[in-house]
């Protein structure tokens, strides 16, 4: 019940392309859905985060889909950049605050 | 702002040995957690301290422990470490609360030879 799947484990992405990751929790308890992008000898960096009683959120060129009913959830990068070239982990916050991570997608986008 | 700090950046250790990892919060924050990442893998929860006390604590053995200061610095101990420990370990921080973000450090790479 603690897991978060994610797939694909590894994406590429042409240049000016959308890049869509999907996540999936079992837990209904889960509050807070954030997406951390992670480069190499990096600490994750938060990319942005919903909440369950939201299902959409948009920043800039990310935007999350988020399904609850299904308990899944999605992130869309649009007009994907070679900088956008990253690990990338969806997580859930759990009882008590700790965060439990998906096994991680590892993005190319080709120039 | 200098964001989550962790020292050393980097470690060698030879098993059976003891390490201490260091750790300085977000300033404000009032929580830190700890993760150890493996190659290729998603960060592991391995405890969280809020008051100087352990709130909760992941699927680690004994092994690992920690402290948290009057400060809200942080300290990972890791004791006879094995083979298996070599990993990136993280620290985050945030306040105690569930919706709000937590904010990680660079990491402290741990080799175990």
């Known amino acids: 019940q603690q897991q978060v799947k994610q797939s694909p484990q590894s994406l590429i992405v042409q240049k000016g392309g959308i890049s869509i990751i999907n996540c999936a929790y079992e837990?209904?308890?889960?509050?807070?859905f954030p997406w951390y992008q992670q480069f190499p000898g990096k600490g994750p960096a938060l990319l942005i985060a919903?909440?369950?009683?939201?299902s959409e959120k948009k920043e800039g060129r990310f935007t999350i889909s988020f399904n609850k009913s299904a308990k899944q959830f999605s992130l869309h990068i649009m007009d994907s950049q070679p900088g956008d070239s990253a690990t990338y982990f969806c997580?859930?916050?759990?009882?008590?605050?700790?965060?439990?991570f998906g096994q991680g997608t590892e993005l190319s986008v080709k120039p | 702002d200098a964001g989550v700090t962790q020292s050393p950046t980097h470690l060698i250790k030879t098993r059976g040995q003891q390490v201490t990892l260091r750790c300085s919060p977000k300033s404000g924050h009032d929580t830190v957690s700890w993760y150890q990442q493996a190659l290729g893998q998603g960060p592991q929860f391995i405890f969280q301290?809020?008051?100087?006390?352990?709130?909760q604590r992941g699927n680690f053995p004994d092994r690992f422990s920690g402290h948290q200061f009057p400060n809200y610095s942080s300290e990972l101990n890791v004791n006879a470490l094995l083979l298996g420990d070599s990993a990136l370990y993280l620290c985050?921080?945030?306040?105690?609360?569930?919706?709000?973000?937590?904010?990680f450090g660079q990491g402290t790479r741990l080799t175990v030879v």
């Open positions: 919903i909440r369950p009683d939201v």
């Open positions: 837990n209904t308890a889960f509050d807070y």
């Open positions: 985050a921080s945030s306040l105690l609360d569930l919706n709000t973000e937590a904010f």
């Open positions: 997580a859930a916050k759990g009882v008590g605050g700790k965060l439990i």
């Open positions: 301290y809020y008051e100087e006390e352990e709130r």
